[in-house]
């Protein structure tokens, strides 16, 4: 947050003059401006320094600056970092191994993060992608009504990797599960 100039640090011989309520006092000169700032007991705000002239602004300048750090805290707050998990299939993987593999998944993408889903081939394993591919393929159809594919599966070196983000329904049921604390 850039602090603004107040009160004494406004050096300009002319300001576009703003009253405490918003109405517009026209072009005055910085001394008669200082007066009524002073007058109502609040400070004489530079709000726009570009402008010719530059805009200021009659107001408390203490209560504009707790009123911000709050705006400021309060969109800090409903701000949500997205994580990338990460679910590691192989080959020959086991109904079981993969049923476990397809809720942790759904489990990540419930919570809103996304899943990278990677398919690592070990030896002569490489010489079979299109297993793999299927493998991939069976993984999306069975996460599908909680993530869709965002990045489709790509072979790399050893490694056959997918991306997975969650659907915006799933979003907005993880948010309501909170429920109304203003309530």
Do not use: W
């Amino acid at each position: 947050m850039k602090d603004l100039l107040i009160n004494e640090e406004v050096r300009d011989k002319e300001i576009r003059l703003i009253g405490p309520d918003g109405e517009q006092l026209g072009i005055v000169a910085l001394a008669q401006a200082q007066n009524l700032a002073a007058e109502k007991n609040l400070d004489l705000v530079k709000i726009a320094p570009q402008a010719t002239p530059p805009v200021c602004k009659i107001m408390d300048y203490g209560k504009y600056k707790f009123e911000q750090a709050k705006r400021e805290k309060e969109a800090k707050k409903n701000q949500r970092v997205i994580d990338i998990k990460e679910v590691r299939l192989s080959l020959n993987i086991d109904t079981n191994d993969f049923n476990t593999k397809v809720n942790r998944a759904i489990k990540f993408l419930e919570g809103g993060d996304k899943v990278k889903a990677a398919l690592r081939f070990r030896g002569r394993e490489m010489a079979h992608p299109e297993l793999g591919t299927q493998i991939m393929q069976r993984f999306t159809e069975a996460v599908a009504e909680h993530g869709s594919v965002e990045k489709m599966p790509k072979l790399e070196g050893r490694s056959m990797v997918m991306f997975i983000s969650p659907k915006p329904a799933a979003k907005a049921a993880n948010n309501t599960k909170g429920g109304n604390k203003n309530a």
